[in-house]
């Protein structure tokens, strides 16, 4: 016998092997198909590692920089005179319930408040006044947020500066 004519198990001589595993019926011995199935194994075993991969990365993804939070704060939990309370709405920025348009008359009206309030606030055994800003809900926060800047370019020296909100508004439904 040649090379090319000898048998080989399983195969033609010389042509295309093709794999049969016989299986025993009652008409006799057949090849079996093809298993087309997956191996689901090896997938759950892949997933596993992948899913204990994202257990122990997922904690050490910070999500920005740690920064120690702000407390609230009542007005109630500070004496009369050591606070000074700045409103805005769309009229303009109030220093108590003077109406203030400008940024320098502003500015001189809170300074002196804030003078006021902290001679109170040292005579009250606290370290400086607490300036609360509250601001109107149908305000443009652009309108806040200057009121904002004025207040931190005076350089008028004081312990807190506190954004007011409605407690109870933010339960309750929004009315149309």
Same mark, same amino acid.
């Given at each position: 016998?040649?090379?090319?004519?000898?048998?080989?198990?399983?195969?033609?001589?010389?042509?295309?092997?093709?794999?049969?595993?016989?299986?025993?019926?009652?008409?006799?011995?057949?090849?079996?198909?093809?298993?087309?199935?997956?191996? +689901?194994?090896?997938?759950? *075993?892949?997933?596993? &590692?992948?899913?204990?991969?994202?257990?122990?990365?997922? /904690?050490? !993804?910070? #999500?920005?920089?740690?920064?120690?939070?702000?407390?609230?704060?009542?007005?109630?939990?500070?004496?009369?005179?050591?606070?000074?309370? +700045?409103?805005?709405?769309? *009229?303009?920025?109030? &220093?108590?319930?003077?109406?203030?348009?400008?940024?320098? /008359?502003? !500015?001189? #009206?809170?300074?002196?408040?804030?003078?006021?309030?902290?001679?109170?606030?040292?005579?009250?055994?606290?370290?400086?006044?607490?300036?609360?800003?509250?601001?109107?809900?149908?305000?443009?926060?652009?309108?806040?947020?200057?009121?904002?800047?004025?207040?931190?370019?005076?350089?008028?020296?004081?312990?807190?500066?506190?954004?007011?909100?409605?407690?109870?508004?933010?339960?309750?439904?929004?009315?149309?």
């Amino acid at each position: 016998m040649s090379a090319s004519t000898s048998p080989r198990r399983g195969g033609k001589a010389g042509g295309k092997h093709r794999r049969h595993v016989p299986y025993k019926t009652e008409k006799g011995i057949h090849p079996a198909q093809a298993n087309s199935d997956i191996n +689901v194994t090896p997938l759950v *075993d892949v997933c596993l &590692v992948l899913l204990i991969i994202f257990m122990v990365v997922t /904690p050490m !993804l910070g #999500r920005g920089v740690a920064v120690r939070l702000p407390t609230l704060s009542s007005a109630t939990m500070h004496k009369e005179g050591d606070q000074v309370f +700045v409103s805005v709405n769309d *009229d303009g920025a109030w &220093v108590e319930t003077d109406p203030y348009t400008e940024k320098e /008359p502003f !500015l001189a #009206r809170l300074e002196e408040d804030l003078k006021i309030a902290s001679g109170k606030a040292l005579a009250n055994d606290y370290k400086g006044p607490i300036l609360f800003v509250k601001g109107d809900r149908g305000t443009e926060w652009g309108k806040v947020k200057t009121v904002m800047e004025w207040i931190t370019s005076s350089g008028t020296p004081m312990q807190d500066v506190a954004l007011v909100v409605d407690v109870a508004s933010q339960s309750a439904p929004a009315a149309p």
